[in-house]
């Protein structure tokens, strides 16, 4: 594949989970490819310049040994978490406002993801796709719960 075909794959599968931008991408095959884990070749297309990369014998083995390994990274980056966190500090005047766009985010994504969920996916596709959903569910009806705690602790203070 190239970088732009990996990148239009992370966009529809994996970003929810783990994200992958062009500034990532390029510079990894380049890495990847110097350590002999993939083999690029020259594939000019419609006179646009464009390298495709295979996995190679030494590659397969170390994606083979990197799922054989336990996980490093179980991070979770909110912008949304991060302005509730610090509302307290204008008098949590956004408070609301950032759960509601928060919930709409993650129904937007839920109702994605329930699009997905209907073309059919299997296998471990089909677990993670199921995190997804759940995860998001929970996240939509946190985002609900809240707010309307945050609403009702106004209305006793006023």
Not at 23 to 30: N, V
Not at 82 to 99: N, P, R, V
């Amino acid at each position: 594949m190239t970088g732009y075909e990996i990148k239009s794959i992370v966009d529809r599968s994996t970003r929810l989970f783990w994200a992958a931008s062009y500034g990532q991408i390029y510079p990894e095959l380049r890495r990847l490819e110097a350590d002999g884990l993939i083999s690029g070749k020259s594939e000019p297309q419609g006179g646009r310049k464009r390298n495709v990369y295979r996995l190679t014998a030494a590659g397969r083995r170390e994606l083979r040994a990197w799922l054989g390994s336990e996980p490093q990274a179980f991070e979770l980056r909110d912008e949304g978490l991060l302005k509730l966190f610090f509302a307290g500090a204008i008098d949590g005047e956004s408070a609301i406002g950032t759960l509601d766009a928060k919930r709409a985010q993650h129904q937007e994504v839920l109702d994605h993801l329930r699009e997905l969920q209907a073309e059919g996916t299997s296998g471990y596709t089909a677990l993670v796709l199921r995190h997804g959903i759940e995860f998001n569910e929970w996240q939509v009806e946190w985002c609900e719960r809240v707010a309307r705690e945050l609403a009702a602790a106004e209305r006793k203070a006023a």
